[in-house]
């Protein structure tokens, strides 16, 4: 039997310490210790359950490629938001951690938009028609997450359509704003006020969350935190640099590879087939028309003009 070593005696008084402040008992705690199984990669990475999260609606062999795909997609999404969570809520910002926690979020977007031939490239085309018609109304625009990294990064007047922007204030209530977000024209009809299942299934789960996240974004959402520095803090053009790189990529490099998938496979041959979520999907999806831009303040006049098109 292996003797107790002069540096694990450190390591117990710690665990004394920390039981102690508690007020629970160390010993307790170390003999239950002892019982411990080991870890196991399966049990830790949680594999079974991530495997089984598959449940393909048609027999196609592609369909799991589809299913599989978006939930990298969502994994990704959640890595972004994990990074500008801390992002928003750092008390004593400083320009090193936002530098190093920009520099994680554009890796992860990268990843995105490098990995989306796997949808492009990677699907029969004539399997992908078919088992899509299974799916409807269910649509990509239905991700919670990709809204949410929105709501983070910019002031919610960033998001209204490109007919209100800059004509509305916060004044109007988050009701209001919420109505005129540019994600709306993907499902609602403004002048007779009609929305698509789509919408209207989305909004019936995720809108009092997405607005409660909105009034609490207001004053700290990723551009907040970002104009709270000063140009000549250290390292402020690095900061700038990748905070533009994160609104390109998300906001013009993303989209542009998801559209020219749709167009691959809705509209290759002239045919412009109905998207699942019922959008008039070629007009909505250009970043020319979104005119998503999260942190407008920097970019040129003529970079903003173009948006979407460089
Ligand atoms: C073959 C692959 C794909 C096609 C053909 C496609 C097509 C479309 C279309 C036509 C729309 C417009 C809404 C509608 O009417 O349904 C849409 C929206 C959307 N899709 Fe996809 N999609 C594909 C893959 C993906 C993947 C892998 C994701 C990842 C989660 C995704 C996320 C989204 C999002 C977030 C929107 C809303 C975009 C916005 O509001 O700007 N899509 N998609």
Known sequence: MSEIKPEQLGTLQKIN???????????????????NKPVTYWDYVEVETLLSLQRPRTDFPDEPIFIMYHQVTELLLKLIVHELQQVVDAENLTPAFFKIKLERVNRYAGVLTQSFSVMREGMDYEQY????LALAPASGFQSAQFRIVEIMCTDILN???SRVKGKISEDVGMDQIFEELYWKDAGLDRKTGKKTQTLKM?????EDDLKSLAGKMKSKNLLQQFLSFKESDL???EMKNAIREFD????????????????????????NKAATGGSEWQKYLHPAYQRRVFFPQLWSEEELKNWGNF
């Open 248 to 271: 390109h990529t998300y906001n013009v490099v993303w989209p542009l590879s998801h559209l020219k998938t749709a167009e691959y496979y809705l509209n290759s041959k002239g045919e």
């Open 17 to 35: 310490e920390k039981y102690d402040a508690l007020g629970q008992d160390a010993g307790a705690f170390l003999k239950g210790f002892s019982h």
């Open 129 to 132: 028609n078919e088992f899509r």
């Open 235 to 237: 390292g402020y053009a």
């Open 202 to 206: 989305f909004e019936e789960k995720y």
């Open 159 to 161: 998001l209204v359509n």
